[in-house]
């Protein structure tokens, strides 16, 4: 049976593509409906004498009442459609009553955390109290000014004074630098002037050079020394160090036989012998030095024999007669002499007609006693000594923070020991970055974390007439913080019912009837709603009390901005944080939840695949972007998932208790974060003459460089469109390039300095492409 409704001339057929942000449900507006109407009077025999044209006719004002209704209902039509969708809907809260339909719960927003460095005066230790809250200054957020933010010590702890700071000593260097061009040696052992030929001997490979210069250097050390220049670079092997290796000079020098062979006599110079014009005491394993005036070289012998050379060969006399005539001959032996003859395990690079003017050293003896210089760095794995530090702590040290001279910083877990007077700090996180001389040591080091404390906060009474019940926290937004659970975060709301503690679920479902829970939900506000009634009811007049903190976010304070302690601590003397704070994020917005949401009904509450780790590691705060790949454990005895993540390096254990949730019990997982390599790449581009070219260039520096609003977006060259040991391939730069609008040629593009011609490049192991220190030009002008 046809519907009349489908020949109506107003009705427009439904062509609803996917990935619409706004579905075209509306058939019409009033206008529409209210042409089509009057269009259809005439269709209609019972209106046949219906002839009313005024404005006031009660058929014409009921005709333009159905329009109206008409376009109201088609208005609602569309809005109900659109928020029944995920990707459509608008309105505030559907997003999130979406994705709670998959068991999706969003992330709210993380505090974050920060190592605070505490000095201490006198000499008592210092107690600081759980709750100590320190606050930092207004800072440049990413958005604009940011206000002050107050972060909290978790557990009470102790500052001893005698630890407060300390240089830490310069490290010794151990290795040889390459290229090298010169030495530093003890004053009193330095045996060689300007002009004279040495030989570095690294226990591997031999240098040979002349000495430039001996000069006394301007140090900052009691022991004199002096400077060995180099007319020549040496590059020593990439293990050598100061302790194995000696400086060298010759004790004598000698020739080269230089007479040509007679007969079958050896060559002069072979590939691997050389014959000297004498006889000379020398043996396997040293080392001789070869000079022809414009090359050099050094080789080991490998072992010495004995040859003989004809001085004079054989002749033959003939006796005469006083006529002349023949009677005999005498045959005169040929004289010859014994030279040595040196074989090498290296080979030479001269000919038989360098003999001449080739001058040997040998009988080698040290030219000086090499001083090993101080290292301008401190790097992860050097040793830390601190002279000054004499007297054990009278506290437990499990943290310690290192600033350099520029004000870098880096914090580990470590320990101090009084009896050698030095530190340990672990292997990882790694560092990142060397820090530059001198450098103190931070000894009274403690996390704080973001939020303020709201100590019992009444939320309401109790009434179990009603089956749920619903109280909203005054403060916004809770604070929760990164801690090694499921969820990869914890909460700090605690919530008492009459004075006994009720537990926080994520959800009512398969509950006991008894069961004395609630759950918490956040709207796109920030606010924090407390359910109650899944569970157990409310019990009458039971008061509803609230202890909680309150402040998150990704905008995190910088170096040196946490200094102000709320209240004063007798003993405190100050606080700062040498390094910015780490782990903030915002909560999910409704843009995100559209993608975060879906991605998690894949993984169906299970990280099986690679592809299961990587996105449930990149949902977690404080993670740009994460990588998953099989590799094999340390002793390369297994495979492991590895995940790679951009993210702060203190958030790995977070990280790894979260993926472990969602994996087999036994599952081998390690997550790592990854090192940032600064990039640099520059484009130069020919504009098409009918566009305007600072639109032009703004928008390829926009293809490359914009910021990331939603997972999947941003620029190419973001960190999080890369990915940790992520491959930039040139072809993708190109079309990214090309694709804009008004580019009419890509003339050149440079990468890192160098022109960007090969298939792609790698970062190196275990790091990602960071152009956000290295920097994005188009034509000359930089990504903001």
């Given at each position: 049976?046809?519907c009349?409704?489908?020949?109506h001339?107003?009705r427009?057929p439904?062509?609803?593509?996917?990935g619409?942000?706004m579905?075209p449900?509306?058939p019409g507006?009033?206008?529409d409906?209210?042409?089509?109407?009057?269009?259809?009077i005439?269709r209609?025999?019972?209106?046949?004498?219906?002839?009313?044209?005024?404005?006031?006719?009660?058929?014409l004002?009921?005709v333009?009442m159905?329009?109206y209704?008409?376009?109201?209902?088609?208005?609602?039509?569309?809005?109900v459609?659109?928020q029944?969708y995920l990707?459509?809907?608008?309105?505030?809260?559907?997003?999130?009553?979406?994705?709670?339909?998959?068991?999706?719960?969003p992330?709210?927003a993380?505090?974050?955390?920060?190592?605070?460095?505490?000095?201490?005066?006198g000499?008592r230790v210092?107690t600081?109290?759980?709750?100590?809250?320190?606050?930092?200054?207004e800072?440049?957020?990413?958005?604009?000014p940011?206000?002050?933010?107050?972060?909290?010590?978790e557990?009470?702890?102790?500052?001893?004074p005698?630890?407060?700071?300390?240089?830490?000593k310069r490290?010794?260097?151990?290795?040889l630098?390459?290229?090298?061009?010169?030495?530093d040696?003890?004053?009193?052992?330095v045996r060689?002037r300007?002009?004279e030929?040495v030989?570095?001997?690294d226990g591997?490979?031999?240098?040979v050079?002349?000495?430039?210069?001996?000069t006394?250097?301007?140090l900052?050390?009691?022991?004199?020394?002096?400077h060995?220049?180099?007319?020549?670079?040496l590059?020593p092997?990439?293990s050598?160090?100061?302790?194995?290796?000696r400086?060298?000079?010759?004790g004598?020098?000698s020739?080269v036989?230089?007479?040509?062979p007679?007969g079958?006599?050896?060559?002069?110079?072979?590939?691997?012998?050389?014959?000297?014009?004498?006889?000379?005491n020398?043996?396997?394993?040293?080392?001789?030095?070869?000079?022809?005036g414009?090359?050099r070289e050094a080789?080991?012998?490998s072992?010495?024999?004995?040859?003989?050379?004809?001085?004079?060969?054989?002749?033959?006399?003939?006796?005469?007669?006083?006529?002349?005539?023949?009677?005999?001959?005498?045959?005169?032996p040929?004289?010859?002499?014994?030279?040595?003859q040196?074989n090498?395990?290296?080979?030479?690079?001269?000919?038989?007609?360098d003999?001449?003017?080739?001058?040997?050293?040998?009988?080698?003896?040290?030219a000086?006693?090499?001083?090993?210089?101080?290292?301008?760095?401190?790097?992860?794995g050097?040793?830390?000594?601190?002279?000054a530090?004499?007297d054990a702590?009278?506290?437990?040290?499990?943290?310690?923070?290192?600033?350099?001279?520029?004000?870098?910083?880096?914090?580990?877990?470590?320990?101090?020991?009084a009896?050698?007077?030095?530190?340990?700090?672990?292997?990882?996180?790694?560092?990142g970055?060397?820090l530059?001389?001198?450098?103190?040591?931070?000894?009274?080091?403690f996390?704080v974390t973001?939020?303020?404390?709201?100590k019992?906060?009444t939320?309401?009474?109790?009434?179990?007439?009603?089956p749920f019940q619903?109280?909203?926290?005054?403060k916004?937004p809770?604070?929760y913080l990164s801690a090694?659970?499921?969820s990869?975060?914890?909460?700090?709301?605690?919530?008492?019912?009459?004075?006994?503690?009720?537990?926080?679920?994520d959800s009512?479902?398969?509950?006991?009837?008894?069961?004395?829970?609630?759950t918490?939900?956040h709207?796109?506000?920030?606010?924090?709603d407390?359910?109650?009634?899944?569970?157990?009811?409310?019990?009458?007049?039971?008061?509803v009390?609230?202890?909680?903190?309150?402040?998150a976010?990704?905008?995190v304070?910088?170096?040196?901005s946490i200094k102000?302690?709320?209240?004063?601590?007798?003993?405190?003397?100050?606080?700062?944080?040498?390094?910015?704070?780490?782990g903030?994020?915002?909560?999910?917005?409704?843009?995100?939840?559209?993608?975060?949401?879906?991605?998690?009904?894949?993984?169906?509450?299970?990280?099986?695949?690679l592809?299961?780790?990587?996105?449930a590691?990149?949902?977690l705060?404080?993670?740009?972007?994460?990588r998953?790949a099989?590799?094999?454990?340390a002793?390369?005895?297994?495979?492991?998932?590895?995940?790679?993540?951009?993210?702060?390096?203190q958030?790995?254990p977070?990280?790894l208790?979260?993926?472990?949730a969602?994996?087999?019990?036994d599952?081998?997982?390690?997550?790592?974060?990854?090192?940032?390599?600064?990039?640099?790449?520059?484009?130069?581009i020919?504009?098409?003459?009918?566009?305007?070219?600072?639109?032009?260039?703004?928008?390829?520096r926009q293809a490359l460089?914009a910021?990331?609003?939603?997972?999947?977006?941003g620029?190419l060259?973001?960190?999080?469109?890369?990915g940790?040991?992520g491959?930039?391939f040139?072809?993708?730069?190109?079309?990214?390039?090309?694709a804009?609008?008004?580019?009419?040629?890509?003339?050149a593009l440079?990468?890192?300095g160098t022109p960007?011609v090969?298939?792609?490049?790698?970062?190196?192991a275990?790091?990602?492409?960071?152009?956000?220190?290295?920097?994005?030009s188009?034509?000359g002008?930089?990504?903001?």
């Amino acid at each position: 049976m046809t519907c009349p409704c489908d020949a109506h001339p107003c009705r427009t057929p439904l062509a609803i593509a996917a990935g619409l942000t706004m579905l075209p449900r509306a058939p019409g507006l009033f206008p529409d409906w209210r042409e089509s109407l009057l269009a259809a009077i005439g269709r209609e025999s019972a209106l046949d004498a219906w002839r009313a044209r005024e404005s006031g006719d009660l058929g014409l004002m009921l005709v333009e009442m159905g329009a109206y209704v008409f376009d109201v209902a088609s208005f609602y039509d569309q809005l109900v459609a659109n928020q029944s969708y995920l990707r459509t809907a608008q309105l505030a809260g559907t997003q999130r009553r979406h994705v709670e339909l998959l068991g999706y719960l969003p992330r709210p927003a993380v505090g974050s955390q920060a190592w605070l460095a505490a000095e201490a005066d006198g000499t008592r230790v210092v107690t600081l109290p759980a709750g100590m809250a320190v606050r930092s200054g207004e800072f440049a957020g990413p958005a604009g000014p940011e206000p002050p933010q107050v972060f909290e010590l978790e557990a009470a702890a102790a500052a001893e004074p005698r630890i407060n700071r300390f240089e830490v000593k310069r490290v010794v260097a151990t290795t040889l630098p390459s290229p090298l061009t010169g030495l530093d040696a003890k004053a009193g052992s330095v045996r060689v002037r300007a002009g004279e030929l040495v030989v570095l001997d690294d226990g591997s490979t031999l240098g040979v050079a002349h000495v430039a210069a001996v000069t006394r250097p301007l140090l900052r050390i009691r022991e004199p020394v002096l400077h060995v220049a180099f007319d020549t670079a040496l590059l020593p092997a990439a293990s050598a160090t100061y302790t194995a290796s000696r400086l060298l000079k010759a004790g004598a020098r000698s020739g080269v036989w230089k007479l040509a062979p007679v007969g079958s006599e050896p060559a002069v110079i072979g590939s691997h012998t050389l014959s000297l014009d004498t006889r000379l005491n020398l043996r396997a394993g040293d080392v001789i030095a070869l000079d022809n005036g414009s090359k050099r070289e050094a080789h080991r012998i490998s072992a010495v024999t004995e040859v003989k050379y004809t001085l004079i060969p054989a002749l033959t006399s003939d006796l005469q007669d006083a006529g002349g005539t023949v009677t005999g001959h005498v045959v005169s032996p040929p004289i010859q002499v014994a030279v040595t003859q040196l074989n090498f395990t290296s080979t030479l690079g001269y000919a038989v007609a360098d003999a001449a003017l080739l001058t040997v050293h040998h009988t080698m003896l040290d030219a000086a006693t090499l001083h090993a210089p101080l290292k301008d760095t401190l790097a992860q794995g050097d040793p830390i000594a601190m002279p000054a530090f004499a007297d054990a702590p009278r506290v437990p040290v499990t943290r310690l923070l290192l600033q350099d001279v520029h004000g870098d910083a880096v914090a580990t877990t470590g320990t101090l020991n009084a009896t050698t007077r030095s530190a340990s700090g672990d292997a990882s996180p790694a560092w990142g970055r060397e820090l530059w001389a001198p450098v103190q040591l931070y000894g009274n080091v403690f996390e704080v974390t973001r939020g303020e404390t709201v100590k019992d906060e009444t939320l309401g009474m109790g009434d179990a007439s009603l089956p749920f019940q619903t109280f909203r926290l005054k403060k916004k937004p809770l604070t929760y913080l990164s801690a090694a659970t499921a969820s990869g975060r914890k909460t700090t709301l605690t919530v008492y019912v009459g004075g006994v503690r009720w537990q926080e679920a994520d959800s009512f479902y398969g509950l006991a009837a008894d069961a004395t829970v609630y759950t918490v939900r956040h709207d796109d506000e920030g606010h924090t709603d407390l359910h109650f009634g899944g569970g157990a009811r409310l019990p009458s007049g039971a008061v509803v009390v609230a202890n909680y903190r309150f402040g998150a976010g990704a905008a995190v304070p910088p170096a040196d901005s946490i200094k102000q302690v709320a209240r004063p601590v007798a003993g405190l003397r100050r606080v700062r944080n040498p390094l910015a704070a780490h782990g903030g994020a915002d909560a999910e917005t409704p843009a995100e939840l559209t993608v975060r949401g879906p991605q998690s009904a894949l993984l169906l509450g299970r990280a099986v695949s690679l592809p299961d780790f990587e996105t449930a590691a990149a949902a977690l705060a404080g993670v740009r972007a994460a990588r998953a790949a099989w590799r094999w454990d340390a002793q390369g005895l297994a495979p492991v998932v590895d995940v790679a993540v951009i993210g702060d390096a203190q958030l790995s254990p977070a990280i790894l208790a979260a993926l472990r949730a969602l994996a087999e019990a036994d599952a081998p997982i390690t997550v790592h974060a990854a090192a940032a390599q600064p990039a640099v790449m520059a484009v130069d581009i020919a504009i098409d003459a009918l566009h305007v070219p600072e639109e032009v260039v703004a928008a390829v520096r926009q293809a490359l460089f914009a910021p990331v609003l939603l997972p999947g977006s941003g620029g190419l060259l973001r960190p999080e469109r890369l990915g940790p040991d992520g491959v930039l391939f040139q072809s993708a730069v190109v079309a990214a390039v090309m694709a804009v609008a008004g580019v009419a040629e890509l003339r050149a593009l440079v990468f890192d300095g160098t022109p960007f011609v090969d298939v792609g490049r790698r970062p190196v192991a275990g790091a990602y492409f960071d152009f956000e220190s290295g920097g994005v030009s188009v034509n000359g002008v930089p990504a903001p």
